[in-house]
């Protein structure tokens, strides 16, 4: 794998998270067994906050248009104390069921993002970065780069997995995060909503991507990219490796005024 120098006029670098500064399996591996082992505790723990109410009362909404799914799973209403016990079950077997059918329900996403954002702030989780991550964006940084990330992941957990990751808090690094409310990763047009957005010509904005789809959605906008292969990223095709800029590590990406 060779070094990639990157052309001159390069100002902006746009940076994916899965399977480019941080392992692919972070999510499958890290995020969802925390949600499935912890959930119940979490419930228990958290039963008389608002924000937690509001959760439940959320999946609840949701489970009533359920009804007609295999394997649905219903809350029934909080009428007294004596409830607790059976609604806090039900919520625990609704949310299994949601993540076992791969559900992307807005009510399953808000009490995710809660257990998160608690497990963060509390150490139960660290937001893991590939070691070449941190040394590479600190160069670019000094050689007076903006550095910005694009993930699928919204804006707020992309803050949790960076402001509390194994190297510390590393928000400071970056001028700015995006996620799908500019556009879908596979579209150019999100690249260019992106550039207007920074205030910069997409011909000097580097994109680094493991996702080829991605890779010609911000090409197709005019953007520089590489291909970042990490393990367990999904295998390339020959032609893939021929259209894009391959890097392994962060290291091998060199800017001009780079000595
Ligand atoms: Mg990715």
Partial sequence: MAVYNVPSGVSNILVDIEGTTTPITFVKDVL???????????LIEHWKENEF?????????????????HGFVPIPSHVSENDTEKVIQAVVENVQWQMSSDRKTTALKQLQGHMWRS???????????????VPAVQQW??????????????????KLLFGYSIEGDLLKLFDGHFDTT????????????????????????LFLTDVVREA???????????????PGNE??????KSNFHLVTSFDQIHFPSQQ
Avoid: W
């Avoid at 109410?53 to 799914?69: F, G, I, M, N, T």
């Avoid at 959605?217 to 005019?222: E, S, Y």
């Fill in 235 to 240: 295998a390339l095709t020959d032609e893939d």
């Fill in 119 to 133: 497990a963060y702030a509390t150490g139960q989780i660290k937001g893991e970065v590939y070691k070449d991550v």
């Fill in 32 to 42: 969802f067994p925390f949600i499935k082992d912890n959930i119940k505790k979490y």
């Fill in 182 to 205: 500019v556009g879908h990763k596979v579209e150019s047009e999100s690249y260019k909503n992106i550039a207007d957005r920074v205030g910069c010509p997409s011909e000097n904005i």
């Fill in 53 to 69: 109410q509001e959760d439940v009362a959320q999946l609840r909404k949701q489970a009533e248009k359920d009804s007609h799914l």
């Fill in 141 to 158: 940084k000094n050689l007076g780069m903006k550095l910005y990330i694009y993930s699928s992941g919204s804006v707020e957990a992309q």
């Fill in 216 to 230: 010609h959605a911000a090409k197709k906008a005019g953007l520089h990219v590489a291909l970042v292969v990490r």
